[in-house]
């Protein structure tokens, strides 16, 4: 009887073991579905992408960097370019040594490189919440990042905060990794902590963030074994292993990384770094930004600023799992450490803090922001991997069948829902408001919508189509003088031959203008041809000729 009970328990334990196995093999599989069909889009849309308004910039810092090199460091000029000396080029760098030989245009390369980095984003998102709570919540979390507009959409032409997003994130995953063996980790993964931490610096200093992370986790678990043993000799010896064994050889990789990317900082390793930190928290810009309606110095906006563009670029449903995460999630996560181990808690906590402390400090200090929540793009992978494990638990919590099978159905309904808008919105998803303002729409004139004039080369698409039909065979011979709301690349880079660019408003035959601080109210003339998303108006192209001509005549007498 008892081998018979021995038989019977080990065949309950082999098929429980089998279907765990099955469940991790199955949500793996749609996880590697997921980065497929993200790299289908990836390579079928990214040309449908716009120019934005920093690119030229940022595509010349890269040349400028890859001429340091190439001049053996004769050239100097990225070292002063504009303001992006104060950052790294990591992205431009490459960028402009892989434009070297792509057969590719210029802005379609830095497109199609821009997107792949945001897969990386996705993917690290991905083992991220996998280290944390499981198959189901990773493959969870990388879709609740794949389907965020603000992530989505940026990740095809911001060569700045997507970069540094990613490499975040992934230094955010070695860190998880590490913290159940500190303080004597395995070396390899203080090296891929220090290959991650050095990718963000070479993109921006805040990465300096990423190593105090790495310390905060060290010191409390160090403190609370201290508090466990009252061995203070102990305590120390630690400190000075994770010291020798992790920072030592994480700050040896991600030091010449980012000097790599970063020549004004090979100047003065040390002080530019710091002086390039002290400036971003309170570097001066001279114009105003839209806020719930009204124009503020960007130097004094509402404490309020920041906060309140995360829970309005994220989806609804992100938001509402995110605040759970951020209240209930301690608790849930305090009461699995009972039998998991602290550092179950600890991790967790990490996350939580990446999320809550960048946030906090800006608005603790007013820093100054525009364009939204576009420089805080890096907290995104971490809100998606926070309410990815939420909405996991919620999966698991005890309900009838009914109610599991209905609360599955809400949920694919409200992703279905979601993929629409980002088809509807495409390729201008950056642009999205979710509907707790109204959607896209109803920010109209609270908030800013296209900042960056993305809908520029749809615009000009539309001029161009609007005049060869006015015009037929007979539009090659002729030109048109055209003016442009903001820096012209963004449209200028799609113009026909016969286009010509005019600052000059006397002689702009054509003017486009995106929506943004009403510039497109600001010269009279036809609407001739709008772009538009979700009843949103992003940019419109006018017919100014009639003027023209009446003030050249006029000139004439």
């Not at 109204?438 to 615009?459: H, P, Q, R």
């Amino acid at each position: 009887m008892m081998h018979l009970i021995h038989f019977m328990g080990a065949g309950v334990r082999l098929r429980a073991w089998g279907a765990a196995l099955y469940r991790q093999t199955t949500w793996h599989a749609m996880a590697l579905a997921l980065f497929g069909g993200f790299a289908l889009l990836l390579v079928a849309t990214y040309d449908g992408y716009g120019v934005t308004w920093d690119e030229d910039v940022h595509n010349y810092y890269g040349q400028l960097i890859l001429s340091y090199y190439a001049t053996l460091f004769q050239d100097k000029s990225a070292l002063s370019w504009w303001n992006l000396y104060l950052y790294g080029g990591a992205f431009d760098f490459i960028a402009a040594l892989v434009n070297k030989f792509s057969p590719l245009g210029v802005y379609q390369t830095r497109h199609l490189i821009n997107g792949m980095v945001g897969l990386a984003g996705i993917v690290g998102c991905w083992k991220l919440a996998r280290a944390l709570a499981g198959p189901r919540a990773a493959f969870l979390a990388a879709l609740l990042l794949a389907m965020t507009p603000a992530y989505y959409g940026h990740s095809f032409n911001n060569p700045k905060d997507i970069p540094f997003a990613v490499a975040s994130i992934w230094a955010l995953y070695y860190i998880v990794r590490m913290v159940p063996l500190l303080p004597r980790p395995p070396l390899r993964l203080a090296v891929k902590f220090g290959i991650a931490a050095g990718f963000a610096l070479g993109v921006r200093v805040g990465g300096l963030l990423l190593f105090c992370y790495l310390g905060l986790v060290a010191s409390v678990l160090i403190a609370w074994e201290l508090f466990d043993t009252r061995d203070l000799k102990l305590a120390i010896r630690q400190c000075w292993t994770f010291a020798w064994r992790v920072l030592a050889p994480a700050v040896v990789v991600a030091y010449p990384l980012m000097l790599l990317f970063w020549p004004w900082a090979q100047d003065a390793p040390v002080s530019n770094p710091l002086a390039a930190l002290a400036e971003f928290s309170h570097h001066a810009f001279p114009w105003k930004t839209l806020f719930a309606g009204e124009y503020y110095d960007q130097a004094d906006l509402p404490r309020a600023y920041l906060p309140v563009h995360v829970v309005l670029k994220m989806p609804e449903l992100v938001v509402v799992l995110t605040v759970a995460a951020l209240t209930l999630g301690v608790g849930l996560m305090a009461r699995r450490a009972r039998t998991e181990g602290r550092h179950a808690l600890l991790a967790y906590l990490v996350v939580w803090f990446a999320l809550v402390f960048p946030i906090s400090y800006a608005v603790a200090i007013k820093a100054v922001l525009f364009d939204g929540m576009r420089h805080f793009l890096f907290v995104v992978p971490p809100i998606a991997c926070l309410a990815a494990i939420m909405l996991d638990r919620a999966l698991d919590l005890p309900k009838p069948l009914l109610a599991q099978r209905a609360l599955v159905a809400l949920l694919v309904a409200y992703g279905a829902f979601h993929a629409s808008i980002l088809v509807r919105l495409h390729p201008n998803q950056y642009v999205y408001y979710n509907e707790f303002i109204g959607g896209t729409d109803g920010a109209v004139g609270l908030f800013k919508i296209d900042y960056w004039a993305n809908s520029y080369a749809e615009t000009v698409e539309k001029l161009e189509a609007y005049l060869r039909d006015q015009y037929g065979e007979d539009f090659d011979t002729m030109t048109f003088k055209v003016k442009v709301c903001g820096p012209p690349l963004p449209a200028a880079y799609y113009f026909p031959p016969n286009f010509r660019m005019t600052d000059r408003e006397r002689e702009a035959e054509f003017f486009i203008s995106f929506t943004n601080e009403e510039c497109h109210k600001s010269l009279a003339g036809t609407e001739v041809a709008r772009v538009e998303r979700m009843d949103t108006l992003l940019s419109v192209a006018i017919d100014r000729r009639d003027i023209v001509r009446t003030l050249t005549t006029a000139q004439r007498f």
